[in-house]
């Protein structure tokens, strides 16, 4: 149980396109989905909470026009990484975590290049 | 600042041995701690968590035991295999209490046959 998938696993987009990234609960309703970024050998950096329902909190320093969150059922929640640069190039993973419980469940990642 | 140490060098030890990571934090008082695993490309793998009134934990091989007074937690890994080599991440739960983790960098274990 408690299984996190992403979608897609990798991508590759020029520069100034956007890019949507899908992080579904496969089975399990997730009230709280959470975004991160990782840097190669560095460790996961939380860009923002995720509340189904309700706007994304950020964290700060991350641009919440640029990495747009949306949330819309208790199973799904996407990133938008708009007008993307090289510098948003990236491994980018989602979590879940069930309503009552500490432990967080990610997804398997996606790498994003843009070029 | 808040912040998570993890030990930044590779862990290399023979397979059978016990594997020992180390975690030490500083300016927190969480009130859990996590362990997680992560493989190349890959998102994390939670393993285990440790309450503030808990000493210490296990599940199958894995041990954890969590020193608030040290600001320490220790993971281990008994009759280690070439399969347990990956990257262990542990994580506190930010500002003490909430749902969002902060991750220590990670180390890396290999286990060699």
């Known amino acids: 149980g408690a299984v996190v998938s992403q979608h897609p696993s990798r991508v590759i987009c020029k520069s100034g396109t956007s890019v949507k990234i899908e992080c579904r609960s496969l089975?399990?309703?997730?009230?709280?989905m959470f975004w991160y970024r990782q840097f190669p050998k560095k460790s996961l950096m939380l860009m923002a909470t995720?509340?189904?329902?309700?706007?994304?909190?950020?964290e700060q320093g991350v641009e919440k026009d640029k990495f747009l969150i949306n949330h819309a059922s208790l199973t799904l929640s996407t990133l938008t990484v708009t007008s993307a640069h090289p510098e948003d190039s990236s491994f980018y993973i989602c979590?879940?975590?069930?309503?009552?419980?500490?432990?967080?469940?990610f997804g398997p990642g996606t790498r994003l290049t843009v070029t | 600042s808040q912040k998570i140490e993890q030990n930044s060098e590779a862990l290399n030890i023979q397979e059978g041995k016990t594997a020992t990571l180390t975690c030490n934090y500083t300016?927190?008082?969480?009130?859990?701690l996590q362990w997680y695993r992560q493989d190349p490309g890959r998102g994390p793998v939670f393993l285990l968590l440790?309450?503030?009134?808990?000493k210490e934990k296990r599940k199958e091989r894995l041990k954890v035991t969590f020193d608030t007074t040290l600001k320490q937690s220790l993971f281990h890994i008994t009759a280690s295999q070439p399969a347990d080599s990956a990257t262990y991440l542990c994580?506190?739960?930010?500002?003490?209490?909430?749902?969002?983790?902060?991750f220590g960098a990670g180390t890396i274990l290999r286990v060699k046959s």
């Open positions: 995720s509340n189904e329902g309700s706007k994304a909190t950020y």
């Open positions: 440790i309450r503030e009134n808990e």
């Open positions: 089975d399990f309703q997730a009230t709280t």
């Open positions: 994580a506190l739960v930010r500002g003490g209490y909430g749902n969002k983790l902060v």
């Open positions: 300016n927190y008082s969480p009130a859990y």
């Open positions: 979590s879940a975590s069930l309503a009552g419980e500490n432990e967080q469940y």
